[in-house]
C-alpha cells in the first residue's frame, strides 16, 4: 500500500544558508527510485486554519520504503539544515485502497 511523506514549512526561510547546504547535500545523496515527488511548494488553496509557508508530498510504495529515505544516513545528514533553516513539521501517512 503507498505511503506518502508529507513535509509542511510553517515559515519562511530565515537561515538561507543552510537551506543551501541541505540542498547541497541532497543533491550529492541522489534520488531514491521508490520516491515519486507529488507535489512540491506547489500553489496552494487555503481551506481551513493558517495556510503553511510550503508544503512537499512524496509518494513511497509502502511506510517501510517512506522510512528507509527518511532515517537513512544521508537524508538525515541533509535534513538537519532544513530544519535550521525554517520552522518544519513532517508525517508519513499510508495510503488508502477503496475496499473492493
Same mark, same amino acid.
Given at each position: 500500500?503507498?505511503?506518502?511523506?508529507? +513535509?509542511?514549512?510553517? *515559515?519562511? +526561510?530565515h537561515t538561507p $544558508?543552510?537551506?543551501?547546504? &541541505? #540542498?547541497?547535500? *541532497?543533491?550529492? =545523496?541522489?534520488?531514491?527510485? =521508490?520516491?515519486?515527488?507529488? !507535489?512540491? &511548494? *506547489?500553489? #496552494?488553496?487555503?481551506?481551513? *486554519? =493558517?495556510?503553511?509557508?510550503?508544503?512537499?508530498?512524496? #509518494? /513511497?510504495?509502502t511506510v517501510e520504503?517512506?522510512? !528507509? %529515505? &527518511? /532515517? $537513512?544516513?544521508?537524508? #538525515?545528514? !541533509? $535534513?538537519?539544515?532544513?530544519?535550521? !533553516?525554517?520552522?518544519? %513539521?513532517?508525517?508519513?501517512?499510508?495510503? /488508502?485502497e477503496m475496499p473492493?
Amino acid at each position: 500500500m503507498p505511503a506518502y511523506v508529507v +513535509i509542511v514549512r510553517e *515559515g519562511p +526561510i530565515h537561515t538561507p $544558508s543552510e537551506m543551501e547546504e &541541505y #540542498q547541497r547535500k *541532497g543533491a550529492k =545523496n541522489g534520488v531514491d527510485p =521508490n520516491l515519486l515527488p507529488l !507535489a512540491i &511548494y *506547489g500553489a #496552494q488553496t487555503p481551506l481551513e *486554519g =493558517n495556510p503553511p509557508d510550503g508544503v512537499v508530498v512524496l #509518494q /513511497f510504495p509502502t511506510v517501510e520504503d517512506a522510512k !528507509a %529515505w &527518511y /532515517f $537513512s544516513e544521508g537524508y #538525515q545528514d !541533509a $535534513s538537519k539544515h532544513r530544519r535550521a !533553516a525554517a520552522p518544519y %513539521w513532517g508525517v508519513i501517512v499510508e495510503g /488508502f485502497e477503496m475496499p473492493k
